[in-house]
């Protein structure tokens, strides 16, 4: 699987726009980005998922670029209550999920 | 909507004891997977089944079995509880389905298990 590093934290204040990049050199052909948001005490939440260029959803938008080596992750207008931390995960979509790891993941800190 | 239901929120067992982590999903998921979520080492891929009676290893499957014989529920075992398997654990599902969607996981709320 194609490693991932990702900033170990970012701080925001309420309705800016948060940008968090994550970096995979050696993504493969048939990766797929996907992340996930996790607040505390719970399980990890899907939030979006692209391949390549960009993908956009009600709460977030993926931006890829043409050689893939790297990703972004958009959060419009955030507000305290994104305050989580956020994990990239490139693997492909049709193969095993042995070794399947998340990394340790990006904690963003929302002020008021 | 979506529910995966995880049968204790915490739990705390003494050194050899023989632990069960359930999970159940109500969504017809055909994957399922256990993982253990432990301070800077992020999330952990302990066992995964594609189906039925079906289970596969993940990366730290070790003091660790697995159980599915119902495609709803997924069994944790930990055959004698060590210290060192004192973390939080997570059970997700997911469905095959279009190119990536094996991603779109859905989570339970998680097991904090304390082995004393």
Redesign the interface.
Known sequence: LAKTTQPISMDSYEGQEVNITCSHNNIATND?I?WYQQFP??????II?G?KTKVTNEVASLFIPADRKSSTLSLPRVSLSDTAVY?C?V?P??T??????????TRLLVSP | DVKVTQSSRYLVKRTGEKVFLECVQDMDHENMFWYRQDPGLGLRLIYFSYDVKMKEKGDIPEGYSVSREKKERFSLILESASTNQTSMYLCASSTPGVSGSNYEQYFGPGTRLTVT
Not at chain 1, 41 to 46: E, I, L, M, T, V
């Open positions: 797929y996907t005490s719970q399980g990890p939440r899907f998922q391949y994990y995960l693997a979509s049709n095993g999920f042995q070794k399947l790891v998340f990394g340790t993941g």
